[in-house]
């Protein structure tokens, strides 16, 4: 007989599961542990001109994350031609591979997808791409959702600030995508300095899963993903780049 398939109120049944069994493990509490601080930087030499630094903070007692970052473009080379007066939109990223620090444009392609442990799968998610048969939208955890640009109905991701702020849709957002849950950034007073102080992220990611794939068995790499998460990456925000990494940048512990 030949072998049978899960259907597919099984497979919704299975990530559903899933998605709440971790979702837990994020909110555990633990009251005396300390908060861990991770951060990036952006040299200019490496990031055609752009100087800059992200700062994140995650506290496994509360579960949430607070982040501080600026950047400095006076001197930035712009090799992608983005119109930077639309501001910059910043991301957190899978995979850091370099053995620089920092990176810009085609060199950020290294980085992988979005961080998302929960699958609210973005076009860019890391549960998109099948890093096994190197193909996007295929038995991966969003195709088999059905929340991708593919599947019918076609899936739209709708991350926004009044969403995940005023509305406390956490779940409609990446972990990883800072600027669809708390806005574009945009310059200070000064000209060409992109920063904010800080702002507190209650749905962000986890300590556990940093620099950290879910799989470890080969026989399941063909539709596991991977739950990592070890850069970041500016991405300009005019929405009209087909492809938008100005420069990005290994996070690690500090």
Known sequence: MPPRFFSPSVLSAFFFLVLSFKFSLSQTVFPSATPTNFCGVIEPSQSDGAIGSLTMILSPSTGVASYSMSFDLSAYENP??????????IKIHSYWTSNHTSASALDCLQTGGHADSFFACSPSSQNQFNNITASAYTASYCSLLGRTVRSQPSY??????????????????????????FGTLFENNVPSIFGIQSFVDPFPVTISSYNNRDYSDDRFQDILM?????SFVVHCGDGKLLYDRLFCGALSTC
């Open 156 to 181: 739209n991701y709708t991350c926004n600030p009044t969403l995940f702020q005023q509305q406390g849709a956490w779940e409609r957002c990446e972990v990883g995508d800072l600027s669809g849950k």
């Open 226 to 230: 991977t739950d990592m998460w070890s």
């Open 80 to 89: 992608l031609s983005c119109d930077l007066s639309q501001g910059l939109n």
